[in-house]
Structures are given as structure tokens and as C-alpha cells.
């Protein structure tokens, strides 16, 4: 990760330049990321020097520049309990983490950040659902 910052120089203009390179960021091709208040989440997408292991998630902490990894768990819905979204449609969780994908978008929306699309090389699908991710 690099952070940009702005020089003024003596007539008063502005001109953006590149000044700190970040290192242990996660390692990868591809991820997608979004900001959720002082934090860049960066999900999925393929490792090249590590083995897959399950759909990462890292954050980035932009107060003082620390990346670390998320760890995940999978949600588990209580079988009488009902979910109703904002519409009043009911659905149901999946209750699974995301397959490695590429090409994949995110963004957050009230608090959450959503997951959609992309493609998984694995099982060479184009992947169609959406998950939610809540940062707690």
C-alpha cells in the first residue's frame, strides 16, 4: 500500500506525488477493496507465493498504517429464526465463506460491506451470489 500526499510548491499549486510504500500487505492479483471509517478492508482474489487456504480478508488500519488479517467464521443461522430484509422479502443465509475469486466488486453500505461476482478459477464458474460481511 503507498499513501499520497499533496506538495504545495511556491506559486501555490498543488500536485499530488507518492512519499511512504507500506509493507505486509497481503500478497495478491486482483483483490478488491473498500473504506469502512479509518479502515480499507481488501478481500479475496488468488495468492501467488502461498498456498489457498480459505477467502481472506485484510484490513488496513489508517491511523497507523497496520495491516492484519481478518479472521472470518461462518455465520450460523438459528433454524426457527426468520430473516426479513428491508423490503419485508424473506431470505435465507447461506451459511458458507466465499469461494477465491477475481474480478469481483465490493461495497459498503450501512456499516456492512457487500461481496458480488467474479470468477473462480477453481471450479471455473462465474460466481453468482452475494455475500455480507459484518466488521462487527
Known sequence: MIHLSFITYHNNNTMACWIVTL???????????????????????????????????????TIDYRWQRVPTRLFQPNPSQQFIDDSGQIYEPYGESPVHRVGHSVVEYKGKIYLWGGFCHEIGVLCSKMYCFDPG
Open 23 to 61: 509493507q505486509g500487505g497481503p500478497k495478491r492479483t486482483t483483490q478488491a477493496a473498500v473504506a469502512l471509517n479509518d479502515k480499507i478492508y481488501a478481500f479475496g482474489s488468488c495468492w501467488c507465493t502461498e498456498p489457498a487456504e480459505t477467502f481472506g480478508v485484510h484490513v488496513l488500519n
